[in-house]
């Protein structure tokens, strides 16, 4: 069987590779929230490159 042009294995790719895949989203997300904090310590909360500069907030926080 085929959908657009990609075959329908029959091998059960997400019984056996859930667990990278939730990994992957849990990894994604705590990088995320790292990121976040990281870029609005006292240090960098200035740096004419944070992202809130690019939406226009000038005040500092």
């Not at 590779?17 to 240090?43: D, H």
Request: net charge positive; glycine share 6%; no cysteine.
């Amino acid at each position: 069987m085929q959908f657009m042009g990609v075959k329908a294995y029959k091998f059960p790719l997400v019984k056996f590779y859930w667990p990278f895949f939730v990994g992957f989203g849990i990894t994604t997300v705590l990088i995320s929230k790292a990121q976040t904090a990281l870029s609005n310590t006292e240090e960098f909360i200035n740096d004419p490159r944070h992202p809130r500069f690019a939406s226009g907030d000038v005040d500092h926080k």
